[in-house]
Structure formats: structure tokens, C-alpha cells
């Protein structure tokens, strides 16, 4: 069964449509640069009031050792890294590597570090709503995470039109949705609804 990680909460208030939903993972973007960044104070009292079932991510783009002494101690359940420039060292919590692919080529070069507890595909631009070029990517790499067990997360542009294609194409073994499930005002809890219904009724 797929599962399901709904990203870039930023809101107290968006936990009941993602409790009511059932879903696996929220996203917590900390990273200046984005609209949806939080603080670490902010996600500690937002995730307060999460299901216990809902495992938090913490989404980052090549973080300081301070950040992610920070994360562990707020107690996320696992690490997002973007543009990670080498793996820390004795981490206490579980990696999730993150790669643009931007080409076949690029995707093709992609080496799976050692600690690595999951690889995340997203799209050339960050919070763009688009996909990267499913057609394009090299089958033989998912083939290969999937003999050696590493779980595998398809982000980027994903939305309730796509998302079937997606899961048909790649099999993976969570869907990442931020962008697409977006209203004036946060998350929009009917575009998160028909997102988790979506993916549950291709099982």
C-alpha cells in the first residue's frame, strides 16, 4: 500500500484534515528561502496535535549540524536533506536523500549513499507544481532500489490528476504532495481529500 506524506504544513489548524485522512507522514520545510518555512518552536506546537500515527518529517536543504541537533531533539521522526553535500555522521535519526532530476543523465549518476534510509525524487524546481519527466527516468535505478530495499518517495508536481500515473510507473512506496493540495490559506482540505482518496482507490 502506498503511503501518503502531505508536505509543507504550516498550520495548527491543517493537523484535523490530516488526521481525519489518515495520512502517513507530514512535511515540515525548514529552510528560509521557502514560503512554507517554519520555525522548530512552531512545528513542535503544530505537530503537538498530530495522530501519534503520523510519522513528522523534517524537510531541509543541506542543514547545519546545529539544525539537525535541533530536529532530533524536537523529536521528528526522520530527515529530509536537499542538496546534501556529504552524509553526517552517527545520525540518530533516519535519512531521506533528496535529488532533482533534471535529466536522464543526471538521474542515471544518482549513487545511493551508505545510512541512506530513503531516496526522494523531486522535480528541477522546488515548489514549481511540476513533475520531472516520468517518461525519461531510468527504469534500471528503481529497479535497483527496489532489489535492495531502499524505500522510495516520488515528489515533485504530483497532484490528484497525476498521481495515479505515478504510482503506476514507479511503484513507490510513499507519494509526496505539497504544492497541488495548496489553497489561499494553507493547505485547502478539499484538494488534500481528493489527493489521499486519489492514491487509496488505486490500491
Not at 154 to 169: F, P, Q
Request: aromatic share 8%.
Amino acid at each position: 500500500m502506498t503511503k501518503i506524506k502531505i508536505c509543507g504544513i504550516t498550520r495548527e489548524s491543517e493537523t484535523e484534515v490530516l488526521n481525519r485522512m489518515q495520512v502517513d507522514y507530514a512535511g515540515f520545510v525548514f529552510f528560509e528561502k521557502s514560503k512554507r518555512n517554519v520555525s522548530i518552536e512552531q512545528a513542535k506546537e503544530i505537530k503537538k496535535h498530530l495522530k501519534p500515527s503520523i510519522k513528522t518529517v523534517a524537510v531541509t536543504v543541506n542543514p547545519a549540524l546545529d539544525l539537525i541537533d535541533e530536529i532530533i531533539e524536537a523529536g521528528f521522526d526522520i530527515l529530509q536533506i536537499h542538496k546534501m553535500q556529504e552524509f553526517p555522521e552517527n545520525l540518530k535519526i533516519p535519512v531521506w536523500v533528496a535529488y532533482q532530476v533534471r535529466s536522464r543523465k543526471e538521474a542515471e549518476e544518482i549513487n545511493v549513499l551508505d545510512g541512506t534510509s530513503g531516496i526522494l525524487l523531486d522535480a528541477p524546481e522546488y515548489g514549481s507544481g511540476k513533475t520531472f519527466s516520468w517518461q525519461d527516468f531510468p527504469m534500471k535505478k528503481r529497479r535497483e532500489w527496489q532489489e535492495r530495499r531502499i524505500p522510495f518517495i516520488l515528489a515533485g508536481g504530483l497532484s490528484s490528476e497525476n498521481v495515479e500515473e505515478g504510482i503506476r510507473l514507479f511503484e513507490p512506496d510513499v507519494v509526496d504532495v505539497s504544492s497541488s493540495v495548496e489553497g489561499e490559506h494553507g493547505k485547502d482540505y478539499k484538494k488534500v481529500e481528493a489527493f489521499v482518496r486519489k492514491v487509496r482507490e488505486h490500491e
